[in-house]
């Protein structure tokens, strides 16, 4: 784990982006969504959009829509942040499994 629950923005991938980067609407999101792609701190950042029910932006590679859908699918999870590391771990435990993200947020 790159760092604690106050810290991991400063690992972010998209640090030293413009902000309204990723903060944009529509199909621009998608290609927006793209600096995320091997950041080290994916899992902490989507965690933290979910948990706090961040409805605008990029958050951990994933989009308004995606996110409102995966909450929507999931409704009975008390803590995204927990699900994501013990999720993490899984993966990274698992014979073969690539070093980084656990992927399974697309
Ligand atoms: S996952 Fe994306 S939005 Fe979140 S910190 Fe990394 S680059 Fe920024």
């Known amino acids: 784990m790159v760092g604690d629950d106050q810290d991991w923005g400063e690992h972010a991938a ?16 998608n290609k927006a969504k793209v600096i995320c792609t091997g ?4 899992t902490e950042c989507l965690a933290h959009a979910l ?10 590679g994933m ?3 995606e996110r409102r859908a995966l909450l929507r699918r999931r409704p009975l999870v008390t803590s995204w942040r927990r699900l994501l590391e013990a999720a ?10 690539e070093d980084g993200q656990w992927g399974a947020t697309g």
């Open 51 to 60: 948990d706090l029910r961040i409805e605008h932006g990029i958050w951990g």
């Open 14 to 29: 998209c640090r030293a982006a413009d902000p309204d980067e990723l903060f944009v609407e529509g199909a621009a999101q």
């Open 39 to 42: 950041c080290p701190v994916r």
């Open 88 to 97: 993490r771990s899984e993966h990274e435990q698992t014979p073969g499994a």
């Open 63 to 65: 989009t308004e829509r």
